[in-house]
């Protein structure tokens, strides 16, 4: 399995931008998805999950409303669309990617979402 992140960049607040994970090795709907993030000087933070039973999404309060994660099956990807980005939103985001029925858990190297003006 492997994970690779793409999509971040810099953004005025108030932007929005895509952050794309590529999900090489994974097999629809045997692995939960998540995206964390770590700011600096602070603890790596998980801020959605996409469920692989039944799809469930659940976000954090800091993200919820602005966020959506996603699954497209035809590109083997999970998406994270960010809308109305606020500077406490800059930090390093990880895609997370967790076996069903194993356990197993892999990371993605980071992309880095810089919200200024």
């Known amino acids: 399995v492997q994970l690779v992140e793409s999509g971040g960049g810099l953004v005025p607040p108030g932007g929005s931008l895509r952050l794309s994970c590529a999900a090489n090795?994974?097999?629809?709907?045997?692995?939960?998805f998540e995206w964390f993030r770590q700011a600096p000087g602070k603890e790596r933070e998980m801020i959605a999950c996409l469920k692989s039973r039944n799809g469930m999404t659940i976000y954090v309060d800091a993200v919820k409303g602005r966020f959506t994660i996603s699954r497209d099956n035809a590109k083997n990807t999970v998406d994270l669309q960010m809308t109305n980005l606020k500077p406490e939103d800059t930090a390093v985001y990880y895609c997370h990617a967790v076996e069903r029925e194993t356990g197993s858990d892999y990371w993605g190297q980071g992309t880095q979402v810089t919200v200024s003006s």
């Open positions: 090795g994974t097999r629809s709907n045997h692995y939960a």
